[in-house]
């Protein structure tokens, strides 16, 4: 049986310490402002995406991760006996996933697995860091494709957002909706729904009404939760509104087990700042 490599994209959002100890490889997506495209992770993260939305005025763009990409990537562990597994931003949400499908398909039969998150930032991140586990167990890379096919549809993964402008940018928020947020001060909660992000709930007020909606989410699935883990991560937010969410999800699950990341520059081209997400596994 073949040793297997692990593979997520930049949209996984965790921490460097996660990938360097996990020993989990990062193809970078794209990002696009000022007329040039940035490696996600590499050459942006969430903090410059910001600096270049106001010197230029314009929010980003995104682009998936092109099947040769991924070519190159795999085919030197490939070469070395190694087997890959892959998983990150789900099928629904990017092109990255057909991607993979496709450069698969360069390799003999059985090299490549990939499971289908169904979801996004350390949504996925926290399938990887499953799989890697897997792999450290000692299981195959079908094995572990089967294990994670199992878990991704258990990924609870939800946001409250700051500000609507990103989300309207991408096409996910209307004018009106964009306006009477402002006016009426809703920080919505979007949830991922079968791998596509739905407006889940509308909080008016703070930030803080927001954060407790999300709180009362994981207390709902306290008897169910998987305890390796709870992710907090957010695209830049006001320390605040940070402590805020640590506080409260602190009495309800054991605050060793909360992990704060911070999205990298496309999912925070998509949700802009502020935006503060809590995802976990339900066993």
Do not use: W
């Amino acid at each position: 049986m073949n040793k297997v490599v692990i593979f997520v994209d930049s949209t996984a959002d965790l921490n460097k310490e996660h990938y360097e100890q996990n020993d989990i490889n990062v193809v970078p997506l794209l990002v696009n402002i000022g007329g040039k495209a940035y490696k996600d992770g590499q050459e942006i993260d969430s903090n410059t995406l910001y600096k270049l939305v106001a010197e230029h005025g314009e929010l980003p763009t995104t682009a998936a991760v092109p099947p040769y990409t991924f070519v190159e990537a795999f085919k030197p562990f490939i070469e070395k006996g190694f087997d890959i597994f892959y998983v990150g931003i789900g099928g629904k949400l990017s092109a990255t996933l057909q991607s993979v499908v496709l450069a698969a398909q360069e390799f003999e039969e059985g090299r490549v697995y990939y499971s289908d998150s169904n979801n996004l930032s350390s949504g996925s991140g926290l399938l990887a860091l499953k799989a890697a586990k897997f792999r450290d167990e000692g299981k195959s890379a079908k094995e572990i494709k089967s294990l994670i096919d199992e878990l991704a549809p258990k990924v609870n993964a939800l946001f409250a957002i700051e500000t609507l402008d990103y989300l309207h940018k991408g096409g996910r928020c209307s004018g009106t909706a964009k306006v009477l947020g402002r006016l009426f001060h809703i920080h919505p909660i979007i949830k991922v729904t079968d791998g596509k992000l739905i407006v889940y709930k509308k909080p008016r007020g703070r930030m803080t009404a927001a954060i407790d909606e999300l709180a009362k989410e994981l207390k709902g699935h306290l008897s169910s939760l998987d305890m390796d883990r709870v992710m907090i991560t957010h695209a830049g937010v006001d320390q605040v509104n940070l402590d805020y969410a640590l506080k409260k999800f602190g009495e309800l699950v054991d605050s060793s087990k909360i992990v704060v990341t911070q999205a990298g520059g496309v999912i925070s081209s998509h949700c802009g700042y502020g935006t503060i997400g809590l995802l976990y596994l339900r066993k």
